[in-house]
């Protein structure tokens, strides 16, 4: 049942949760964030003598599992980051996640792009947009997401090849 | 061209939907031990997603590797103890509802049954108890025929014993009481006509036994008394009904021969005058072979018939007397004459008579004036 679960996209999990009321795929999904949640959450212990891990992450997970029952979630990594987020800013207060306009764009996009996998006709649209897009970019710019997406090159390569340095 | 396919689909490839980093390619990306595509991967997601690059960024920074992993194996150990014994109990509680459901219906179900079953053993209880006398009846009815049988056959055996009873009477003289007064009759009715004749018996019948109970009555009282008047009043009565008596005896010894010539000649009236008197003189009708005997109880159950008006059954009856020659065929085909008659058949009557005129019986004079009358 946990494999099974653990193969699930994030959507179907929230929806399980949600609907089933599945405390298992709630479960499942936390576990998967959990880990990024703990690299957020180590700055946090660190400056924060009176923070406890101990009852930090009980806390945090309580206040993600409320969310999950109440809240409409598109993505869940912008859900976590924003919840852990708001919790740092308001310990006490519970401010629910609204997804921010870029992303829910963003999201949008992605969506149609899943759509038109079938679509040869939509998939036409949409490269034509993209190349449009591509075109309005500043030559700069249009370099490096060419050679970032389209030639699969690494930050790390383009940061040597233009002399950036991670400051 | 399939460049320019492959092209198109990097292009599209930009906003492909990628999933975060997971538990074990976080680290490995930091120690830059990531494969070419999974670390383009990584990359193109960390353009999107603020968690990952948050994480990585902090990490990068900190370093507390080491904390981060200990954490993180933590929180996961943390995530799946809470959530499992919840998830076991909530199984726990739905296979024990479960099955106490069953349970519970499977009790009901029983109930129900049960319920059902005496509901049903009641009513065929009652239905039994409802149809028992039509149950009965089906073994009453036989015994009432046999009843019948055994009712009918009785006259047979009256007759029967009425015809011997005269034979052992006579040889018993000794023991002669009551019973011979029956069969006296004949002295008196060889005049009278056959009803004259029963009433007669019966009267006599009545008036014998009642003097014959007062003699004894009286003997028994004058021998206890010893009074002389009484007992010479009791021996009056006593010498008068004892020659009675003996002359009954007397007759009896006689009766085989006489009483059938009696009976006769009483018959032929009787039947010249009535058809309803008639049984009663059959019934003396002596018989001697048991074939007789059946033709006889033909002849008397087609009697019957012919008193209780069905006159057709009658005649039915008394055509499969007429092969008998004697003295019941020759009855029967006066009495079929008789049908006849009185079903308005003239020519067929007439031919009856005229057999039986014919036959030169003991009917041939009451056909004879039948035909005359005709």
């Known amino acids: 049942m946990y494999q099974q679960l653990s193969n699930l996209s994030d959507k179907e999990l929230i929806a399980r949760a949600r609907k089933l009321k599945d405390r298992e795929a709630e479960g499942v999904l936390l576990e998967r964030y959990s880990h990024l949640l703990v690299a957020i959450c180590l700055p946090a212990l660190k400056n924060n003598a009176g923070a406890n891990a101990q009852t930090l992450f009980p806390s945090l997970l309580q206040r993600l599992s409320n969310g999950l029952k109440t809240q409409s979630i598109q993505k869940a990594s912008e859900w976590v980051h924003q919840t852990a987020r708001t919790y740092f800013a308001h310990p006490d207060k519970q401010i629910p996640y609204y997804p921010s306009r870029e992303a829910r764009e963003q999201l949008h996009t992605e969506n149609r792009v899943e759509k038109a996998a079938s679509n040869t006709i939509e998939k036409q649209t949409l490269i034509t947009q993209i190349q449009q897009a591509l075109a309005g970019l500043s030559t700069d710019d249009r370099y490096l997401v060419e050679q970032f997406y389209l030639e699969n090159k690494t930050f790390a390569d383009l940061a040597a090849q233009k002399g950036y340095t991670p400051d | ?236 009565t006593v010498k008068k009904d004892t020659p009675v008596m003996a002359a009954a005896t007397a007759d009896k010894t006689e009766k085989p021969v006489k009483q059938d010539d009696n009976n006769t000649a009483g018959k032929e009236k009787a039947e010249s005058s009535s058809n309803a008197s008639k049984p009663a003189a059959t019934k003396a009708a002596p018989s001697s072979s048991t074939v007789v005997d059946t033709d006889e109880y033909l002849y008397r159950a087609a009697m019957v018939y012919q008193q209780q008006g069905n006159l057709d059954e009658a005649i039915s009856r008394y055509k499969r007397l007429t092969a008998n020659t004697g003295r019941v065929g020759e009855m029967a085909r006066y009495q079929m004459a008789v049908c006849y008659r009185s079903k308005g058949q003239t020519g067929k009557a007439k031919r009856m008579f005229k057999e039986v005129v014919r036959m030169d019986g003991t009917m041939k004079q009451a056909a004879q004036q039948a035909l005359d009358n005709l």
């Open chain 2, 1 to 236: 061209m399939s460049n320019s396919i492959s092209y198109n689909e990097r292009l599209l490839k930009i906003f492909a939907g990628v999933r975060c980093l997971n538990k074990d390619q976080l680290p490995r990306y930091l120690e830059g031990r990531l494969t070419d595509i999974e670390k383009h991967l990584v990359e193109q997601h960390l353009v999107d997603c603020d968690l990952c690059f948050d994480a990585l960024q902090i990490l990068h920074k900190e370093g507390q590797l080491e904390k981060y992993v200990r954490l993180s194996n933590g929180i996961q150990q943390y995530i799946r103890d809470s959530i499992k014994p919840v998830s076991q109990l909530q199984k726990m509680e739905r296979y024990v509802r479960k099955a106490k459901k069953r349970e519970s219906m499977l009790i009901y179900f029983w109930l129900v049954a049960f319920i059902a079953g005496g509901g049903a053993l009641m009513y065929l209880m009652q239905q039994y108890n409802r149809n028992k006398p039509v149950m009965a009846r089906p073994a009453a009815v036989p015994v009432v025929p046999a009843a019948a049988m055994a009712a009918s056959p009785p006259p047979a055996t009256d007759s029967q014993t009425l015809q011997t009873r005269p034979v052992t009477l006579a040889s018993s003289t000794g023991a002669v009481t009551t019973p011979p007064a029956t069969v006296t009759p004949p002295p008196p009715a060889a005049n009278d006509s056959a009803k004259t004749a029963a009433l007669k018996k019966a009267a006599e019948d009545s008036l014998a036994r009642k003097a014959a109970a007062v003699a004894a009555a009286r003997a028994a009282d004058s021998l206890r008394k010893k009074a002389a008047a009484k007992d010479s009043v009791a021996r009056h």
